[in-house]
């Protein structure tokens, strides 16, 4: 896993003691983490400053979660550029990464490993999306 220090992970989980524990993993890896319990806070919170990347574990079904996201991503002005990871927990999830729209993708890591890593590769292919786009705008 390639640590990419000081990039800002917004973690949206409705479980207080969820939110505390993945704050302090990511946080040990480098990571700035904002912390929010729903889509409302979620969205106050983007649209103060930006995330490099969010990470959304919310009970419901995943096309509701979807539309929530496309709520947050409205209300907080969020570019498409911003990956959204929805990861699922749970003994009976099959480990699987799978890209269900434009840069928002669903998770189910078989360990939090797993989930580091995939946000580490995430947040290495936006940083070099974003390393090409100011490149063209310098042309």
């Known amino acids: 896993m390639v640590k990419i220090n000081g ?3 917004l973690v949206v ?6 939110r ?7 946080g040990h890896d480098g990571y700035q983490i904002k912390t929010a319990r729903n889509e409302r806070q979620a969205a106050k919170s983007a649209r103060f ?3 490099d990347l969010m990470l959304v574990s919310l009970d419901g079904k995943t096309d509701d979660i979807v539309a929530g996201i496309h709520r947050i ?7 498409e550029n911003v990956p959204i990871v929805i990861f699922c927990a749970g003994e009976s999830q099959k480990a699987c990464e ?4 434009r840069n928002i993708y669903l998770t189910c890591p078989d360990n939090f490993n797993n989930l580091r890593d995939f946000i580490s590769r995430l947040l290495q292919k936006s940083q070099g999306s974003k390393v090409k786009s100011l490149r063209k705008r310098k042309l």
């Open 7 to 9: 990039r800002t992970i």
């Open 73 to 79: 991503r409205e209300q907080a002005a969020l570019t």
């Open 98 to 101: 799978v890209n269900i729209e």
């Open 13 to 18: 989980n409705d479980i207080e003691a969820t």
């Open 49 to 51: 400053k930006q995330p």
């Open 20 to 26: 505390k524990s993945i704050k302090i993993l990511l």
